[in-house]
């Protein structure tokens, strides 16, 4: 039963970036899209990005011009960076599995603890 | 950007009840790519319904999904106490590549 567990600091200050890494444990990294998926406080739930194993990566446009995310294939790892971090950002980011029913449908089907990140002078 | 939008805000039931939830898309959705969450207080989101109307595995028979096109519903047949949660919809598709709706949350009384 794969398993993904995330990490990375909880607390920034404005102007910083975010930075959280994910591990997948127990089952397939390859032949799958993993994302990054935030919740503000009470609120619902916002899509990020995308990255395959190949390095290929599809971002939200709204946050685009600030978003990195990387693959690190020899450790079963992908990050997430976000630049020049504000209020707004203060959120639980959560690490997904993409899954590809086979034409059945697309979905989300494993999800990370969530880390929660503060954004905070 | 497709739009969904949830209705009702909030349903409150009493257990053994049926739930009706309702997702409409800004534009016309592939049923394919039209899944249901469930999110219990404090946890992650858990998937229970993909390609609009088939479970997700462990999901229990009393969650049914519906709907193509803009339309779409999320079926509770008999409450119980643990289905206290709020759910959303999501689609596939379009850009942003995977959106979400606002969330309905089911109290149960």
């Known amino acids: 039963q794969v398993q993904v567990q995330q990490w990375g600091a909880g607390l920034l200050k404005p102007s910083e970036t975010l930075s959280l890494t994910c591990g997948v444990y127990g089952g397939s990294f390859s032949g799958y899209y993993w994302s990054w998926i935030r919740q503000p406080p009470g609120k619902g739930l916002e899509w990020i990005g995308e990255?395959?194993?190949?390095?290929?990566?599809t971002y939200n446009p709204s946050l685009k011009s600030r978003v990195t995310m990387s693959v690190d294939t020899s450790k079963n790892q992908f990050s997430l960076k976000l630049s020049s971090v504000t209020a707004a950002d203060t959120a639980v980011y959560y690490c997904?599995?993409?899954?590809?029913?086979?034409?059945?449908?697309?979905?989300?089907?494993?999800w990370g603890q969530g880390t929660m990140v503060t954004v905070s002078s | 950007e497709i739009v969904l939008t949830q209705s009702p805000g909030t349903l409150s039931l009493s257990p053994g009840e049926r739930a009706t939830l309702s997702c409409r898309a800004s534009q016309s959705v592939s049923s394919s790519y039209l899944a249901w969450y469930q999110q219990r207080p404090g946890q992650a989101p858990r998937l229970l319904i993909y390609?609009?109307?088939s479970r997700a595995t462990g999901i229990p028979d009393r969650f049914s999904g519906s709907g193509s096109g803009t339309d779409f519903t999320l079926i509770i047949s008999r409450l119980e106490p643990e289905d206290s949660a709020v759910y959303y919809c999501?689609?596939?598709?379009?850009?942003?590549?995977?959106?979400f709706g606002q969330g309905t949350k089911v109290e149960i009384k």
């Open positions: 997904v599995r993409n899954v590809d029913y086979g034409g059945s449908g697309f979905a989300f089907d494993v």
């Open positions: 990255i395959h194993l190949s390095g290929d990566t």
């Open positions: 999501q689609q596939y598709g379009g850009s942003p590549l995977w959106t």
């Open positions: 390609g609009a109307s």
